[in-house]
């Protein structure tokens, strides 16, 4: 069970981030490719490299709205996940203490399973 809860975190943690890493690093890549074109135009020094050396700095940009974007998403689900469990063990907690056990980790993960089987 514990397993299984697990590889589904983890699975909704990895869509999380291709999600919002494929969205970052398409809005980054639109910025790269504005500012691209924008040099090009405005500045000779710029309109003299090479396609390869613009399409490096356009990928540059992907990569860093890819990666950013990513990280993002999975630092506030992270922050959901232990918002949640810290409100599922407060009230493990209270509800050990009302039965008059003490609770421990092990304690804590009884109540859990108990609370999942009902």
């Given at each position: 069970m514990d397993r299984a809860r697990r590889r589904a975190d983890a699975d909704r943690a990895y869509n999380a981030q291709v999600q919002a890493g494929t969205i970052g690093a398409v809005r980054a890549t639109g910025v790269g490719v504005g500012l691209a074109i924008i040099a090009h135009y405005s500045w000779p020094w710029f309109r003299r490299q090479t396609l390869a050396f613009k399409g490096f700095l356009v990928t540059g940009f992907a990569v860093f709205g890819l990666v950013t974007h990513a990280e993002r998403a999975l630092?506030?689900?992270?922050?959901?996940?232990?918002?949640?469990?810290?409100?599922?063990?407060?009230?493990?907690?209270l509800a050990l203490a009302r039965k008059g056990l003490v609770a421990t980790e092990t304690q804590i993960e009884?109540?859990?399973?108990?609370?999942?089987?009902r």
């Open positions: 630092q506030t689900l992270e922050a959901e996940q232990r918002k949640v469990e810290g409100a599922l063990r407060r009230e493990a907690r009884k109540w859990k399973a108990e609370r999942l089987s």
